[in-house]
């Protein structure tokens, strides 16, 4: 067994993203890729010597040879142990709980999330810090700088290890201990959350559907809801994780599970349906005939926290992404507690979470969670709700027209315009930029601009800036748009736009969303001018 020394040199187009490096199979599949950028990872890091890593993924195409190859070039850079997931499969929550509970030093997650998988699909690579969390900006532009600068990588010349079976091997030195990759997170949830309670729920007759997408959660909430809690069998579905999620999109909204839609609206519904997606850290919670926006599951979970073993105590503070609506705001204002908006990408809530600011975080794209890991957790969204609902014996809808009623209704959605030109959605958002300052005041399609910037974040703890993160419109009223464009996607740009509405009166808390934000939708397009800027006469996606 041998270390050998590649030479390689710059690969463009390296720079992680809002959650790590994402781009088409194929292109980490090409030559050096993969290993520059890992390399790359390393010297980002400060090395590896000496450390401890935990490996594990969502089971996409490529997922099994990209662990090996992770496990060779870390035993050759002189790492002291990597912890694997079985098969190479840890769900993104399941990794920071490992991080955090081993005192890793840190973490590789081989996941691109939502985004579709299979050999034509997408695949990504994430490095977590050792408090389980995404790595800060800081750390990712040493890393993206690292890529620029790079001559060679060192990776181990060997067979492939097997991480099929429970146990510990040696490679040069370094050990690898291979683990079952739900046993701690579900130890880790039976602490959270009160098991009793929810057996017994389902031990009245409560059904529940739990659409796992073909992705890495199907494991997880086959154990924990079917084998522990006593849901009936089959109540999880699309359980087994699949290289190309079935041929699906394993992105839990109403487009993509339209399977669960379905089944949660017909007539003969169960109690409660819920999805997540690739990686495990996104969640869709839908009741009996409604959907709950992400937005609401997280103004409601965080209204009814208490109800919940781990939580009785109260919450130090809650945190959300600035698109996400402000239903948040309502709550925490209610409660008497800090509400802190940040800039879109886990990462930013890092430091609320570690200086004890905030206990339940949360974004717009389906991302909830707590201080119990450092990353959103879909699992754990799903069985919070079910929680509650034993708890409060109250159904999802009556608890959500409880909520409106003491809370008023943030009418909620987000236009996606995916694969756009990039130059033309740039220069969108930079005609836009250009106008800020003169727009207060002025009318458009009907509504007064009250106020209009680019959203800056000063963080709290450690005094670091983040600029650049979205254009914010507010309207007289209570009316907002956020426009930003995303960097999850592989192909061209994506544009999304947020828009929001507060509507305060009982008689209109349950209109359709897209009529109640038509105003609202109509000063996009005014303000925008997506139609004639992108060719779209429509969004992609709609959520």
């Not at 996104?282 to 979970?301: C, E, F």
Request: hydrophobic share 40%; aromatic share 8%.
């Amino acid at each position: 067994m041998t270390i050998l020394t590649i030479s390689t040199k710059l690969i463009e187009g390296q720079k992680p993203g809002t959650s790590g490096l994402r781009k088409k199979t194929q292109v980490f599949m090409g030559p050096h890729y993969l290993e520059n950028y890992l390399q790359a990872t390393w010297e980002g890091i400060g090395g590896v010597v000496g450390k401890t890593l935990v490996l594990g993924g969502d089971g996409r195409y490529f997922n099994d040879r990209a662990a090996q190859v992770m496990l060779r070039m870390a035993a050759a850079s002189g790492a002291k142990k990597v912890i694997v997931g079985q098969n190479a499969l840890l769900s993104t929550p399941a990794a920071s709980n490992l991080i955090r509970k081993r005192r890793a030093d840190g973490g590789i997650i081989l996941s691109a999330s939502h985004n579709p998988g299979g050999a034509d699909g997408d695949f990504g690579v994430k490095y977590n810090v050792a408090n389980g969390g995404p790595a800060p900006e800081g750390v990712t532009e040493k890393i993206f700088a690292a890529t620029r600068t790079i001559t060679e990588y060192k990776i181990a010349e060997t067979q492939d290890i097997d991480l099929g079976t429970i146990g510990t091997s040696q490679l040069l030195g370094m050990e690898i201990e291979v683990v079952d990759p739900v046993s701690d997170y579900q130890e880790l949830m039976e602490q959270l959350f009160d098991f009793p309670a929810i057996k017994a729920l389902f031990a009245s007759g409560f059904r529940v559907s739990f659409d796992a997408m073909h992705a890495i959660t199907g494991p997880y909430a086959t154990a924990i809801l079917e084998n522990t809690l006593g849901a009936a069998p089959g109540s999880v579905v699309n359980a087994i994780p699949l290289p190309d999620f079935g041929e699906g999109h394993p992105d839990p909204n109403p487009i993509w599970a339209k399977e669960l839609m379905d089944t949660m609206f017909a007539d003969d519904a169960p109690d409660f349906g819920a999805a997540s997606d690739g990686d495990g850290d996104r969640n869709m919670i839908v009741g009996r005939g409604i959907y709950v926006t992400p937005s609401d599951s997280l103004a409601a979970i965080a209204a009814n926290a208490t109800h919940v073993k781990a939580y009785a105590s109260g919450l130090k503070g809650v945190a959300r992404s600035m698109p996400t609506s402000r239903a948040l705001d309502r709550v925490a204002e209610s409660l008497g507690i800090d509400c802190y908006e940040t800039p879109t990408g886990w990462k930013f809530f890092g430091n609320l979470l570690d200086a004890g600011r905030a206990t339940i975080c949360g974004e717009e794209s389906a991302g909830t969670g707590s201080d119990h890991v450092r990353e959103k957790d879909g699992l754990w969204a799903v069985l919070f709700w079910i929680n509650v609902l034993a708890v409060r014996k109250i159904s999802v809808a009556d608890l959500m027209a409880e909520h409106w009623k003491t809370f008023g209704r943030n009418y909620y959605s987000r236009h996606d315009y995916e694969a756009v030109d990039s130059a033309a959605a740039q220069k969108l958002v930079d005609d836009l930029r250009v106008r800020l300052p003169d727009l207060p005041g002025t009318d458009i399609a009907g509504l007064t601009v009250e106020a209009a910037d680019e959203f800056a974040y000063d963080d709290p703890v450690d005094g670091s800036r983040s600029e650049g993160q979205g254009l914010r419109f507010t309207f007289d009223g209570g009316g907002r748009i956020v426009l930003r464009l995303s960097g999850t996607g592989t192909e061209g740009a994506t544009l999304r736009v947020y828009l929001e509405r507060v509507e305060t009166d009982p008689a209109k808390m349950h209109d359709d969303p897209q009529e109640a934000l038509a105003s609202i939708i109509a000063a996009a397009e005014a303000l925008a001018g997506i139609k004639d800027r992108t060719g779209r006469n429509a969004p992609d996606v709609i959520t």
